[in-house]
Structure formats: structure tokens, C-alpha cells
T-cell receptor, first 112, second 116 residues
Framework: GEDVEQSLFLSVREGDSSVINCTYTDSSSTYLYWYKQEPGAGLQLLTYIFSNMDMKQDQRLTVLLNKKDKHLSLRIADTQTGDSAIYFCAESSTTSYGKLTFGQGTILTVHP | DTEVTQTPKHLVMGMTNKKSLKCEQHMGHRAMYWYKQKAKKPPELMFVYSYEKLSINESVPSRFSPECPNSSLLNLHLHALQPEDSALYLC???????????????FGSGTQLSVL
């Protein structure tokens, strides 16, 4: 079945850039998503990228997609303490109708 | 209005109780979802409704019973739950479900359920 992998932890200093990585196995992926979850809250859609794109930029967020290696990354520029959260990578595909496959989540900790 | 509203925010129930979780959205979305999430884990899909019909049931035990009274509302009825069912229950909605469609999910903030 489909699999999405992420590293579990990332710690950065305030003002630095953060890069969260994700790999996936499904060749039929159509869209890839990044969700943010703060403590006690639901998941918030941050950004997404169509599988035929290489890059998408949205203010402080840059998504890079290497379709050949099935590697996705989320770069957060000028990371702030308010960016501390769990970040989930997810993918939808033509073989998983109505379902998203989530990664395990990366806990981002931003130190002052 | 881009919100998915869930009530209650917290719920404590005994193993013999019957309770319901409620979810509401007014974005005109025709697909609605229930997810279960344990602490620091990804959400696990439970049910999907598409156009008010149950489309996906991920082999969820019958002590969880979903209901979609109309296109804006989604309920999850709980009966005879076990302590291991304690988790955050998240509702989500999306425009609709289609193959290769951009299934952007909008999540509610969840109900934190504790079963004693």
C-alpha cells in the first residue's frame, strides 16, 4: 500500500529557515499537502502542490517536489516561535479515492 | 465562512454511556469525514460521506455510528466505548470526492474524548 515517511523531530533557532522532508511511495499521487497542527487544535492546510509541479511558493513557505525521487520538502523562512507545531505531509492519488495518506508528522520546535 | 465547527470540545463518558459528537460546515462542501487521532500520531480515517451517503467505512467497530442528516451536518454516535477509544475525534470537509481531484480538507478543532 501507499506509504508516506517523515523525520519525527526538527529543532531550529528563531529567525533561521526550517526544512521538513517527506518521502512517499505511490506513483499515482496527484496532490501533495502540508498540514500544521498546533496543540489542542485540528489540522490546518498550509499549502499543497500538484504532482506535475516542481515548486510552489507562498509567502514564507516554499514547497519543493522531486517526482523522480518521490521527495517533498517544506521550507519555512524566518521561522518564528509561533511556527512550533506538528507538520504532516499527506498525499492523494487516483488509487486512494476519497482518502489522504498522512505521514507520521514532524514535531518542529523553535527556540528563541 | 471557512470553518468546520465541532461540539463538544471535550467529552468524558463511561463505558455504558451513549453520547454524540456533532460537526457543522457552511462552505457548501459535499464530502464530510470523521477521523480519529491519538496524541502525536497522524489522523486515521474512520468514515467518509459523499452527498450525504456513506461512501467509506474503514472497518470501524459498530460502537461508532455515523449519521449525515443533511449536507451541512455530520454526527458520530457513540455507545459502549472502550478506554482505548479515548482520542481526539476530528471532523473534516472537502468540496467533493472525485478521482484525481484536489481533496483539500478543512478540519474542525476536534472533540477530545476520554472514556473511563
Amino acid at each position: 500500500g501507499e506509504d508516506v515517511e517523515q523525520s519525527l523531530f526538527l529543532s531550529v533557532r528563531e529567525g533561521d529557515s526550517s526544512v521538513i522532508n517527506c518521502t512517499y511511495t505511490d506513483s499515482s499521487s496527484t496532490y501533495l499537502y502540508w498540514y500544521k497542527q498546533e496543540p489542542g487544535a485540528g489540522l490546518q492546510l498550509l499549502t499543497y502542490i500538484f504532482s506535475n509541479m516542481d515548486m510552489k511558493q507562498d509567502q514564507r513557505l516554499t514547497v519543493l517536489l522531486n517526482k523522480k525521487d518521490k521527495h517533498l520538502s517544506l521550507r519555512i523562512a524566518d521561522t518564528q516561535t509561533g511556527d512550533s507545531a506538528i507538520y504532516f505531509c499527506a498525499e492523494s492519488s487516483t488509487t486512494s479515492y476519497g482518502k489522504l495518506t498522512f505521514g507520521q508528522g514532524t514535531i518542529l520546535t523553535v527556540h528563541p | 465562512d471557512t470553518e468546520v465547527t465541532q461540539t463538544p470540545k471535550h467529552l468524558v463518558m463511561g463505558m455504558t454511556n451513549k453520547k454524540s459528537l456533532k460537526c457543522e460546515q457552511h462552505m457548501g462542501h459535499r464530502a464530510m469525514y470523521w477521523y480519529k487521532q491519538k496524541a502525536k500520531k497522524p489522523p486515521e480515517l474512520m468514515f467518509v460521506y459523499s452527498y450525504e451517503k456513506l461512501s467509506i467505512n474503514e472497518s470501524v467497530p459498530s460502537r461508532f455510528s455515523p449519521e449525515c442528516p443533511n449536507s451541512s451536518l455530520l454526527n458520530l454516535h457513540l455507545h459502549a466505548l472502550q478506554p482505548e477509544d479515548s482520542a481526539l475525534y476530528l471532523c473534516a470537509s472537502s468540496q467533493e470526492i472525485q478521482k484525481a481531484y484536489n481533496e483539500k480538507l478543512f478540519f474542525g478543532s476536534g472533540t477530545q474524548l476520554s472514556v473511563l
